[in-house]
């Protein structure tokens, strides 16, 4: 049983964004039932109001000079377990990302995977702004993307799991690129149940100007009609 929630939300430069995803982790945080929640932003390498926006918000800041989403959320889950708070075992660990937004439902839902014996989550996400990229890059991700339980896809902006799995596993891997792959990979091979769910998919941004090299926003530049064309003149 989940008896406290750790979340850690890296963050570059985004204080334009930043208070709409603390916004949603508060009301995830208020809905009955929900433990003790405690949000721990991490600055990047910030040259704007980031970490003052999260203190404004009234969460924990750790600023840090990681220049890594991969990073940054090792970092941040370092220091939540090492902050000895709340005992391991009763202690479930989320990430999401700045420029996210979760669901209402989104920790209540992590609670129901841990109780059926999970011990992570791996959510979807949804886009619900197309306006940088055209008709067909929407319509071509939405061909590619899996929207139902048991897809393949690993997103940093919608995962949690218990901390007993985290530190088994070495913690966090502190990775540039595909930190979330790699601690989904970790898990699999020390055999942990991992649910892998589209019912509490995180809303996130398709915006051009992203910051995890070869992310989600990568993907999605990639299917826009000059990169595409580029693709498929190389391997015609």
Not at 80 to 96: R, Y
Request: proline content about 4%; charged content about 20%.
């Amino acid at each position: 049983m989940i008896g406290a929630f750790g979340i850690v939300v890296p963050a570059h430069n985004e204080e334009k964004l930043l208070a709409s995803c603390l916004g949603a982790l508060k009301n995830a945080a208020k809905q009955g039932g929900v433990p003790p929640v405690r949000v721990l932003v991490v600055a990047d390498s910030c040259a704007d109001a980031t970490a003052d926006v999260a203190r404004q918000h009234g969460v924990d800041v750790v600023e840090v000079n990681v220049r890594s989403a991969g990073g940054a959320r090792a970092e941040g889950f370092k220091s939540l377990l090492e902050s000895g708070e709340v005992d391991v075992e009763d202690l479930w660990l989320a990430t999401t990302d700045a420029d996210s937004v979760v669901p209402d439902h989104w920790l209540l839902h992590q609670m129901r995977m841990e109780a059926e014996g999970y011990d992570a989550f791996v959510g979807t996400v949804v886009v619900d702004d197309w306006s940088e990229h055209s008709a067909e890059t929407k319509r071509r991700y939405a061909r590619r993307y899996i929207a139902r339980d048991g897809h393949p896809h690993v997103h940093g902006a919608n995962l949690g799991l218990s901390a007993r799995a985290l530190l088994t596993v070495g913690g966090f891997p502190p990775l540039s690129l595909a930190e979330d792959h790699a601690l989904v990979a970790a898990l699999i091979e020390h055999n942990f149940q991992i649910c892998r769910s589209a019912t509490a998919p995180v809303t996130t941004s398709a915006r051009r100007d992203w910051r995890a090299p070869d992310g989600f926003g990568a993907l999605l530049n990639s299917m826009d009609e000059p990169a595409w064309g580029r693709v498929l003149r190389l391997h015609s």
